[in-house]
């Protein structure tokens, strides 16, 4: 979190409690003005009365309960705005914070969208020009043309993952309930990956013929995203496993890294929409803090369940639980 934000939310916090203190102070002062006034008047009635009257002992009673009735009203009334108020107070707190937060997170997303929008733009034009300025061989042109495709690839995953962020906020997108050979689509995403990064020592351990209910594009989106996410924050001299297991009928998961791993603050925040941890300015990593946040919204869509443990000795595991279809054994 940037300097400014801390700033804000600083100052916020200040504004707060000066506020909810001067209203608790002037809730109480208004009490004690009211009693004193409702003991005064008390008083006064009191040494109105004759001790002669007949009556006397029958009218200090009704006097004194008319004063302690006050008084109940006082405190009940003077409760029920102490409660309002505090709840009033915690709810604007809670929400000023929240969109200070969540105007740090958007202004680092238009950043790094920017910044990924830009960059395979700029690739596929340079490459684009290359080719129609120089006249290559064929080895070349068909590098220059590949390298162009995989970056409009790039531009094309963006746009799909922006795309299904609003749609599931919305609500406006509901996944079909398919059966999908779940190994098959680990393993042909696991397998796309160690095409387009021959550098990287990628190790799988997938057990045949599990299958699931869901839609096909949403769980490989969960595959890419997570062995991208792994292949991003680990060093590339770093293996990847991608293991997927049967267990207590469930299909689990598990894409295990050998990176800096992740902190127990950023466990806790990571599947946030928008959430990545530094700052825009100074992270080298590239990425839109969708993707984790689309994992767990598809994962959440398919009745299953993701978390983060730490893989040992050093990196992070990501874990994701799905269903077993049953009808298909």
């Known amino acids: 979190m940037t300097k400014s934000v801390k700033h804000k939310l600083l100052m916020v916090t200040v504004v707060y409690w000066v506020l909810l203190v001067y209203m608790v102070a002037a809730l109480v002062w208004w009490f004690v003005a009211l009693q004193n006034q409702n003991t005064l008047m008390s008083q006064m009635r009191l040494q109105e009365l004759k001790q002669s009257d007949p009556h006397y002992s029958l009218k200090v009673t009704e006097i004194k309960t008319a004063h302690d009735r006050k008084v109940a009203q006082y405190i009940g009334e003077g409760s029920t705005f102490l409660a309002l108020i505090l709840l009033g107070a915690v709810f604007v707190f809670r929400a000023t914070r929240r969109q200070i937060r969540v105007s740090h997170q958007q202004h680092n997303f238009m950043m790094a969208v920017t910044h990924e929008l830009k960059t395979p733009i700029a690739v596929a034009q340079l490459n684009l020009e290359t080719l129609q300025k120089r006249k290559l061989d064929e080895s070349k042109q068909q590098r220059l043309i590949s390298n162009t495709l995989q970056e409009a690839n790039r531009l094309n995953i963006l746009c799909n993952n922006i795309l299904l962020a609003a749609q599931l906020d919305a609500g406006a997108y509901k996944a079909n309930q398919n059966e999908i050979n779940w190994s098959e689509t680990v393993a042909g995403c696991t397998k796309n990956f160690t095409i387009r990064y021959p550098e990287r020592k990628i190790t ?82 590239k990425g839109t803090g969708l993707g984790l946040y689309l994992c767990k919204k598809i994962v959440e869509e398919h009745k299953g369940r993701i978390s983060i443990t730490d893989n040992m000795p050093k990196g992070s595991i990501f874990t994701v639980t799905l269903n077993l279809n049953n009808d298909t054994k």
């Open 204 to 285: 799988t351990e997938i057990t045949d013929e599990l299958y699931v209910l869901g839609e096909d594009l949403l769980l490989e989106m969960i595959v890419n995203n997570l062995i991208e996410n792994a292949l991003k924050y680990s060093p590339a001299t770093s293996p990847l496993t991608i293991a997927l297991s049967e267990h207590n009928n469930k299909a689990i998961l598990e894409v295990k890294d050998e990176g800096a791993g992740i902190s127990d603050a950023d466990k806790k925040q990571v599947f946030e929409k928008f959430y990545r941890s530094g700052d825009e300015n100074t992270r080298n990593t």
